[in-house]
């Protein structure tokens, strides 16, 4: 088994090291084709994140406004784009670059992707994408068999009913939360003998209607912000995405949320859904989707679940244990371009009722006629590209077996820096890795004896400074251009809720070894002793010294009386 595992660990990583170029072109635009791989590859094996040229001086590349009068050739404008535009992009396919969660891609993307750009189908309607239609129900038939599990008969059922859709695919995790709460707000204001739907009269007629003050949606305080954004879109209002209170874990407190639907019931609010998250952006928690569910089905409310970020964790038999309940959701958002790894721009959101997305349902006479095949009737976006081909190129080219090589990968490493952070005297782990997220800050040992024992208000003062300290680590480290972590804001329970600056680590690239994070680390102490920084040192010493002498007079003190 283990050794099956090497062998096979070695096949996924090689789809991300061998950059293989075309063979020598014949035509002209062969040439220029097979100039460009020659440079990506080049680029891609580059093992920086970025050339640090100030933003404003990059700007200036592209500051004119006039739309070019003649025509130039090919090679002149993939010239310039090698130059200008290549040459100060990101290298997100760095392994070094561990700070966000777009990563590496493997390298057949590369090649599969151009018979999408080439076929340019548009999979609003089986007349514009033929087999790409029939391939886009399959690929949401599988995910959602890797989410919900149902039986065979099930999938021959209800993958290519004319009359039914088992999820709908889309840009990203955005617009597939979106679609999910819209689908949400329908089934609550279903049309009846005297009223003809929300989809028909509008919210406000609606509310009327059913009797109610206003909807809400209820997720935990580490929601994601495309959930404001579809409220503000579907009529509910940002004030009515009702952020509830996690615990230590940055899990959502089911209690808190059990008592808000009873206040929300009270004031005749209709709950519209309850969404569990699989994967916070920020620290990559999972919600107790399990006791969610249970909560959604007692107030009648949609159960969603956001899971853009730690879906694919479902393939790994080790972690999947994790997002436990996950069957349980009327709907799940899962991002493909995160880590199922095809390229930027592709989500889906996945119903367990394939009757669900009906509530969305759009027909227009020229195209997607009802009883047609036509996916772009349950889609909030009309002309869409055939994505879908390539997350069914990633589900058959790295298989089942490889998505769990990735996420056991990515899992057991964020869990090993974990440690080395811990073992370090320099730094705090602030967030334990659950999935492959992990937060820490720099914190010398003397700033952690003196936060131990200080007063209110020294420890803010302390966590304010160790906030700067971090900041200026963080942004040094990327205009350094060898690593690349990011950077976010939390309120640890261990420090009362004070604003606390942290680096935030996403661990996706299967290339990135522990030595690239030890020597994340190294360069980080290495930044703390620059002369740019010592005032602050300085300062957090003179704090921190100023809380022990005053803990050592207190004793004194007690000791006496
Ligand atoms: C990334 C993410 C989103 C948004 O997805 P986009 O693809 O960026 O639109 C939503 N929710 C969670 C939990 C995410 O991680």
């Given at each position: 088994m283990a050794s099956r595992n090497k062998t096979a660990q070695a096949s996924i990583e090689s789809m991300y090291r061998v950059f293989t170029v075309p063979e020598a072109p014949q035509s002209t635009l062969g040439q220029v084709d097979e100039y460009i791989s020659r440079n990506l590859a080049g680029f891609l094996q580059e093992h920086i994140v970025a050339v640090e040229k100030d933003l404003n001086e990059v700007e200036k590349d592209f500051s004119d406004s006039t739309i070019p009068e003649k025509p130039i050739f090919v090679s002149e404008q993939a010239q310039f784009l090698l130059d200008k535009l290549v040459a100060q992009?990101?290298?997100?396919?760095?392994?070094?670059?561990?700070?966000?969660m777009t990563s590496a891609l493997p390298h057949f993307m590369l090649p599969l992707s151009k018979i999408m750009i080439a076929l340019?189908?548009?999979?609003?309607?089986t007349e514009t994408s033929k087999a790409f239609t029939p391939l886009e129900r399959q690929v949401i038939g599988m995910l959602h068999r890797l989410v919900f599990q149902e039986d065979k008969a099930f999938y021959r059922r209800?993958?290519?009913?004319?009359?039914?859709?088992l999820g709908s695919m889309c840009s990203g995790g955005t617009v597939a939360n979106l679609s999910a709460l819209w689908v949400a707000r329908n089934l609550a204001f279903p049309a009846e003998a005297n009223f003809r739907g929300v989809n028909r009269e509008g919210l406000f007629r609606a509310l009327q209607y059913y009797g109610y003050q206003g909807a809400a949606v209820l997720v935990s305080e580490?929601?994601?912000?495309s959930l404001r954004k579809a409220a503000d879109i579907l009529g509910i209002?940002?004030?009515?995405?009702i952020p509830i209170a996690t615990n230590r874990e940055n899990k959502i407190d089911v209690d808190a949320l059990r008592t808000e639907c009873i206040r929300l019931r009270s004031e005749k609010i209709k709950i519209l859904s309850i969404v569990g998250i699989a994967?916070?952006?920020?620290?990559g928690n999972v919600d107790p989707l399990d006791e969610m569910a249970e909560v959604a089905r007692e107030f009648g409310a949609q159960f969603h679940v956001d899971?853009?970020?730690?879906?694919?964790?479902?393939?790994s038999r080790k972690y999947a244990?994790?997002?436990?309940?996950?069957?349980?959701?009327d709907s799940v958002t899962i991002d493909?371009?995160?880590?199922?790894?095809?390229?930027?721009g592709c989500g889906l959101v996945l119903f367990?009722?394939?009757?669900?997305?009906n509530a969305i349902e759009h027909h227009a006479q020229y195209i997607i006629?009802?009883?047609?095949?036509?996916?772009?009737?349950?889609?909030?976006?009309g002309s869409r590209p055939g994505m879908a081909m390539l997350i069914h190129s990633g589900l058959r080219i790295i298989g089942r077996d490889g998505y769990e090589i990735l996420i056991d990968l990515g899992i057991d490493k964020a869990k090993a820096y974990a440690r080395m952070i811990e073992a370090h005297?320099?730094?705090?782990?602030i967030t334990e890795p659950e999935l492959n997220i992990l937060t820490y800050r720099y914190r010398p040992d003397y700033a952690a004896e003196a936060l131990k024992i200080a007063d209110d208000e020294h420890r803010k003062k302390i966590n304010i400074m160790l906030g700067r300290i971090t900041k200026y680590i963080q942004k040094s480290q990327r205009e350094r251009g060898k690593a690349f972590v990011s950077r976010t804001r939390l309120n640890p329970r261990q420090y009362e809720g004070d604003p606390c600056v942290v680096f935030r680590v996403v661990l996706?690239?299967?290339?990135?070894t522990e030595k690239i994070l030890t020597s994340i680390l190294d360069e980080q102490v290495e930044i703390a002793?620059?002369?740019?920084?010592s005032d602050e040192f300085q300062a957090l010493q003179k704090a921190c010294a100023r809380v022990m002498s005053a803990s050592k007079s207190q004793q004194v003190a007690a000791s006496r009386s």
């Amino acid at each position: 088994m283990a050794s099956r595992n090497k062998t096979a660990q070695a096949s996924i990583e090689s789809m991300y090291r061998v950059f293989t170029v075309p063979e020598a072109p014949q035509s002209t635009l062969g040439q220029v084709d097979e100039y460009i791989s020659r440079n990506l590859a080049g680029f891609l094996q580059e093992h920086i994140v970025a050339v640090e040229k100030d933003l404003n001086e990059v700007e200036k590349d592209f500051s004119d406004s006039t739309i070019p009068e003649k025509p130039i050739f090919v090679s002149e404008q993939a010239q310039f784009l090698l130059d200008k535009l290549v040459a100060q992009s990101v290298h997100t396919a760095a392994p070094s670059f561990i700070g966000h969660m777009t990563s590496a891609l493997p390298h057949f993307m590369l090649p599969l992707s151009k018979i999408m750009i080439a076929l340019n189908q548009n999979l609003v309607k089986t007349e514009t994408s033929k087999a790409f239609t029939p391939l886009e129900r399959q690929v949401i038939g599988m995910l959602h068999r890797l989410v919900f599990q149902e039986d065979k008969a099930f999938y021959r059922r209800w993958m290519h009913d004319p009359f039914h859709a088992l999820g709908s695919m889309c840009s990203g995790g955005t617009v597939a939360n979106l679609s999910a709460l819209w689908v949400a707000r329908n089934l609550a204001f279903p049309a009846e003998a005297n009223f003809r739907g929300v989809n028909r009269e509008g919210l406000f007629r609606a509310l009327q209607y059913y009797g109610y003050q206003g909807a809400a949606v209820l997720v935990s305080e580490r929601g994601h912000y495309s959930l404001r954004k579809a409220a503000d879109i579907l009529g509910i209002g940002h004030d009515y995405i009702i952020p509830i209170a996690t615990n230590r874990e940055n899990k959502i407190d089911v209690d808190a949320l059990r008592t808000e639907c009873i206040r929300l019931r009270s004031e005749k609010i209709k709950i519209l859904s309850i969404v569990g998250i699989a994967g916070t952006t920020e620290t990559g928690n999972v919600d107790p989707l399990d006791e969610m569910a249970e909560v959604a089905r007692e107030f009648g409310a949609q159960f969603h679940v956001d899971a853009a970020w730690g879906g694919p964790t479902l393939f790994s038999r080790k972690y999947a244990p994790i997002l436990k309940g996950i069957e349980k959701a009327d709907s799940v958002t899962i991002d493909a371009h995160k880590q199922l790894y095809v390229p930027m721009g592709c989500g889906l959101v996945l119903f367990k009722n394939p009757a669900s997305v009906n509530a969305i349902e759009h027909h227009a006479q020229y195209i997607i006629r009802k009883g047609s095949k036509d996916l772009g009737s349950t889609t909030l976006e009309g002309s869409r590209p055939g994505m879908a081909m390539l997350i069914h190129s990633g589900l058959r080219i790295i298989g089942r077996d490889g998505y769990e090589i990735l996420i056991d990968l990515g899992i057991d490493k964020a869990k090993a820096y974990a440690r080395m952070i811990e073992a370090h005297p320099n730094f705090e782990l602030i967030t334990e890795p659950e999935l492959n997220i992990l937060t820490y800050r720099y914190r010398p040992d003397y700033a952690a004896e003196a936060l131990k024992i200080a007063d209110d208000e020294h420890r803010k003062k302390i966590n304010i400074m160790l906030g700067r300290i971090t900041k200026y680590i963080q942004k040094s480290q990327r205009e350094r251009g060898k690593a690349f972590v990011s950077r976010t804001r939390l309120n640890p329970r261990q420090y009362e809720g004070d604003p606390c600056v942290v680096f935030r680590v996403v661990l996706a690239n299967p290339l990135t070894t522990e030595k690239i994070l030890t020597s994340i680390l190294d360069e980080q102490v290495e930044i703390a002793s620059e002369k740019g920084i010592s005032d602050e040192f300085q300062a957090l010493q003179k704090a921190c010294a100023r809380v022990m002498s005053a803990s050592k007079s207190q004793q004194v003190a007690a000791s006496r009386s």
